[in-house]
């Protein structure tokens, strides 16, 4: 940006101008300074595990109450509709809905409506992360085939969905997977899909999201099976209207409704710990069991003090934005 | 109505070239048409499948009627019918949306293999790009053929057998694509921060309400603010409405929900009218046109 070289300015428009400038030249100052600090603030927090006080929200807590009554051994259809772009939050979501339903012994069909690369990130997060971790603790790792199977994607979510609603056999009629032999089969001759005929043999469909694709599965199915959304913070707001209606039975946003899920897998809800006490509670709820010991945190934990440290340097950013406008404000009155 | 064959049988092969031909008939068939002509033809397929769907949600719904049951009257025959065809519109229309996939790759190829032909301006982006995608697709489709079909399938389930096919499919779809993708979207985070900065600001009314809103809802997700705020109220009470979560709660569930609810009702309308159109065959443009 030019700046104007002479500092003693002549008429009374030029000081207006050099002024203006100069303002504008410390804006780009401080900016800099702002982005330097996010880059710091929001990489050396996770180098620290810093457990930061947290209290779950009705959503959440409806959400891992629908979560935790699903019968053990139970086959559970998850939309996966993200990808690695929304890693910190979606990714946070998937792998504490996965620990829980892997805990129960739950089957997982998984599709997406949203993405076609979303299906092979939910595989990816399995085979690369999940189960690792399972076999370093000595349980067993989830199969595709025997445990979970990939549906693909869908491109016509509403077409699908509406399928899916009429006649779920039919919607996947053709689809096919690789068992444990390596041959080409049928995905309702796996041990995931063979007890499934309609939707209502299903008892929940979870959605995770980072985009509104929860609109179609809601206005399809909400009401024929329960429904639990995981969103990101943007879609919060769009999501929470189908909360608060109740046509979904437990709704996670965000980065908050990672932690949120993570403390209730700590701590249950109203559920006595070892030493007798209960660590969470909430009024009016009846008792829910955590996973007390287990791996229950991860990116929920890990990222929420780098979300602290971010919404105060941008609550500070909009202070020394409006109070600089202030100052400039005065100025030009002078 | 469905048609099975088992897999790898020659009565699959057979109907699938017979499809084949009857598609590429068909398009033919319409794109030799006369326009005039063309038009009838698409108002009639256009009516009929969204007649299905509108027939299947208002004709009345046999209760705890499966897949397997024979339907026992005229009611339940034609609900059963219904719900078979929409299954079968819903896979024909999932079959025409995924001709969408190959359109786009066909414009990007045509695109920017036009700039690059003629060595326009920054002609080396497309060429990384058709170079990313060709590569993708070939690796893509190569390791996905090595574990599902290949002879050592079952080997390869396990990471620690891949092949260098395998671990450069993952290279370019973990190690390039995705990361890459964080990477965008993490560049989000410097635009919001620079808009806090430079349009935040307290010129009007509205706006300062838009701010104290915003900073209400942002320091309620904070929960180290929210623990301390909260614990100099209690947790009953007329006082314990002044908690910061139930000033944030206050703001979502009577301020905002009910304005995305009228929003949503305002769209929602708007989609049914043009839903309508389209349906009828009364909007102008496309086919019409």
């Known amino acids: ?334 | 109505m469905t048609f099975s064959f088992p897999n790898g049988s020659s009565g699959l092969y057979l109907a699938l070239a017979a499809t084949l031909i009857v598609g590429f008939l068909a398009m033919f068939a319409m794109m030799s048409m006369p326009a005039r002509w063309r038009r009838p033809v698409v108002a009639t397929c256009t009516f009929l499948a969204g007649a299905i769907y509108v027939a299947y949600y208002l004709w009345p719904k046999p209760q705890a009627f499966g897949p397997r049951d024979i339907p026992q009257n005229f009611s339940e025959s034609v609900g059963s019918y219904l719900a078979d065809s929409v299954n079968v519109a819903g896979t024909i229309s999932t079959a025409l949306t995924t001709f969408l996939l190959g359109l786009g790759i066909y414009s990007l190829v045509r695109i920017h293999g036009r700039k690059l032909l003629r060595m326009q301006k920054d002609w080396g982006f497309s060429l990384v790009l058709l170079i990313s995608m060709v590569a993708i697709v070939i690796f893509g489709y190569w390791s996905y053929w090595q574990t599902k079909f290949g002879p050592d399938a079952v080997k390869l389930q396990l990471s620690s057998n891949w092949t260098w096919v395998n671990y450069t499919n993952d290279f370019l779809f973990d190690g390039l694509l995705q990361q890459m993708e964080s990477a965008m979207f993490s560049i989000i985070a410097f635009y919001i921060l620079s808009a806090a900065y430079r349009a935040f600001r307290i010129r009007s009314v509205e706006a300062t309400i838009l701010l104290a809103s915003a900073l209400i809802m942002m320091l309620s997700l904070m929960g180290a603010v929210e623990f301390i705020w909260n614990s100099h109220l209690p947790a009953t009470g007329f006082a314990a409405n002044f908690q910061i979560t139930e000033i944030a709660r206050w703001i979502r569930d009577t301020l905002q929900t009910p304005g995305i609810r009228a929003l949503d009702f305002g769209i929602g309308l708007g989609a049914l009218a043009m839903g309508l159109r389209l349906w009828l065959s009364l909007e102008r443009g496309g086919v019409s046109a």
């Open chain 1, 1 to 334: 940006m030019d700046t104007p070289q002479d500092p003693v300015a002549r008429t009374a428009e030029e000081v207006q101008v050099f002024e203006a400038a100069k303002i504008e030249k410390k804006t780009h100052q401080t900016r800099m300074i702002l982005f330097g600090l996010l880059i710091l603030c929001s990489t050396i927090p996770l180098f620290l595990t810093l457990g930061v006080p947290n209290k779950p929200t009705q959503s959440t807590v409806d959400l891992y109450s629908t979560l935790m009554s699903v019968p053990d051994n139970s086959t559970v259809l998850l939309q996966t509709d993200w990808t690695l772009s929304t890693r910190g939050e979606s990714g946070g979501e998937f792998e504490g809905l996965m620990r829980v339903l892997m805990r129960k012994n739950c089957k997982i069909a998984l599709y997406s409506m949203s993405d076609a690369q979303a299906p092979q990130v939910a595989i990816d997060e399995i085979a690369l992360l999940l189960n690792p971790e399972r076999k370093a603790k000595g349980e067993r790792e989830y199969k595709a085939w025997d445990d979970y199977i990939s549906l693909g994607f869908f491109p016509n979510a509403e077409g699908e969905t509406a399928s899916m609603a009429a006649n779920l056999r039919s919607a996947w009629t053709g689809k096919k997977a690789i068992d444990v032999q390596g041959q080409e089969e049928d995905v309702f001759q796996s041990p995931v899909l063979k007890n499934v005929q309609t939707i209502a043999n299903v008892p929940l469909v979870v959605i995770i999201t980072a985009t509104n694709s929860f609109n179609v599965l809601i206005e399809r199915l909400a009401g024929k099976v329960p429904v639990i959304a995981l969103v990101t913070g943007v879609m919060g707001p769009e999501s929470n209207v189908y909360y608060s209606s109740k046509q979904i039975q437990g709704l996670a946003i965000g980065m908050k409704g990672v932690y949120d899920l993570e403390t209730m897998m700590e701590e249950g809800i109203n559920s006595p710990g070892k030493d007798g006490k209960v660590a969470f509670e909430w009024p009016n709820h009846p008792p829910v069991a955590g996973f007390p010991g287990e791996t229950n945190y991860g990116r929920g934990k890990l990222y929420f003090p780098t979300l602290h440290i971010d919404m105060t340097l941008m609550i500070l950013a909009v202070i020394f934005g409006n109070v600089g406008m202030f100052m400039a404000k005065k100025r030009g009155n002078r």
